[in-house]
């Protein structure tokens, strides 16, 4: 059974850091595509960061770029999102998720992605 699960999540000042982690378990993941995703109330999901479990590609989109990093750790089957620099805005529900379908695209969509984690919140205050 594929599971993923987050954890990392909290309240934090603005400007402060978080580190988010994805450990992912149920298949083999060598030719799949992590993505980070968050979701702020009455919002629609919104894309953080994408990553290429094989090749280490990675994606960001503006409003993030610059603040978070994604990596990954293959021993551990674990996906991660460094957050920097926080601000209030990055408030939301952070979920990872996975999808193996498209080897070697960089995919930024949630409707892309088949697994998903339960989500973990982050409130940055001001």
């Known amino acids: 059974q594929v599971q993923l699960v987050e954890s990392g999540g909290g309240l934090v000042q603005a400007g402060g850091s978080l580190r988010l982690s994805c450990a992912f378990s149920g298949r083999t993941w060598s030719r799949c595509a992590m993505g980070w995703f968050r979701q702020a109330p009455g919002k629609e999901r919104e894309f953080v960061a994408f990553?290429?479990?094989?090749?280490?590609?990675?994606r960001y989109p503006d409003s993030v770029k610059g603040r978070f990093t994604i990596s990954r750790d293959n021993a551990k089957n674990s996906v991660y999102l460094q957050m920097n620099s926080l601000k209030p805005e990055d408030t939301a529900v952070y979920y990872c998720?996975?999808?193996?379908?498209?080897?070697?695209?960089?995919?930024?969509?949630?409707?892309?992605?088949?697994?998903w984690g339960q989500g973990t919140q982050v409130t940055v205050s001001s």
């Open positions: 990553i290429n479990w094989s090749t280490g590609t990675t």
């Open positions: 998720a996975a999808d193996c379908r498209w080897p070697g695209l960089v995919i930024t969509l949630p409707t892309q992605y088949n697994y």
